[in-house]
């Protein structure tokens, strides 16, 4: 089985990870969405939620696999036996970002290539901190985030 994981914080889940999901999950027979639980981090939503919400946003998608794992990605790669992980490009400083990280998780687990898919311009403006922040005002994120989250994210979000 092939097998790939999507790892990331996801806080909230955004519409750019829906595309990210969608295009991935068809290049694999197993996609797995890896939520990081990182309990230095402060987060907008618990894990679980985070979790919840990617589950019910994939619902869709028969081959996709809603996780949560601690420690090293390197490390949950083998576990799960993915021989791929995928993460998304919106920018040049994504690549800057991304690059030492995937040189990083190659030599911790050369068994898992990382693989980057470059965003479509439609979502490539979206990040979970940006939504934060509209939110946190009252902005309508309705154009950022999926459809059946929208009303939940902006409620979790807003300030009292
Ligand atoms: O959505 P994010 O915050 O950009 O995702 C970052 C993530 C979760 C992929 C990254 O922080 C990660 O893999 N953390 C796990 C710890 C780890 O493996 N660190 C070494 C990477 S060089």
Redesign the pocket.
Known sequence: MRRCVY?????PPTLGHLELIERGAPLFDELIVAV?R?PAKKNAFSVERRADMLRRMTAHLPNVRVETFS?????YAELTGACAVL?GLRSESDLA?EL??AQ??RM?NPRAETLMMITSPEVSHIS?SAVREIASFGGDISALVPECLAAEIAAGLKKE
């Open positions: 790892p990331g914080s996801f806080d990081l990182n420690g090293l990605l390197a490390d993460r970002a030492p990280m990083l998780n911790l979970s």
